[in-house]
Nanobody
């Protein structure tokens, strides 16, 4: 089992930045690919970003490319999501997730992730 706890959400204005953190415990963190997803009210959960076990490979949704950066520090069992130039369309609950499969593919599908955090709310006002 892997336990994931997100933090860093909040209420910001358009154009501001936030950094989300996700702390993992329970298993060897470096064995898991990590992803960030988000879900806005009335919408399906959508992919935001993902990172490989070593951190050398990343993947982003087109809507956040160039504004968001995913990173990880395996020694701290933590994955981060730096979010810049936020806009109201980024308002959602943000979830981190862990994928334990052995493939090298950094997936954008929620079905490929085994463990999920409880989520942290990000609200961007205009």
């Amino acid at each position: 089992q892997v336990q994931l706890v997100e933090s860093g959400g909040g209420l910001v204005q358009a154009g501001d930045s936030l950094r989300l953190s996700c702390a993992a415990s329970g298993r060897i963190f470096s064995l898991y690919k990590m992803g960030w997803f988000r879900q806005a009210p009335g919408k399906e959960r959508e992919f935001v970003a993902a990172i490989s076990r070593s951190g050398s490979n990343t993947r982003y949704a087109d809507s956040v490319k160039g504004r968001f950066t995913i990173s990880r520090v395996n020694d701290k069992s933590t994955v981060y999501l730096q979010m810049n130039i936020l806009n109201p369309g980024d308002t959602a609950v943000y979830y981190c997730a862990a994928a334990g499969d052995r493939s090298a593919v950094v997936s954008d599908s929620p079905q490929d992730y085994n463990y999920w955090g409880q989520g942290t709310q990000v609200t961007v006002s205009s």
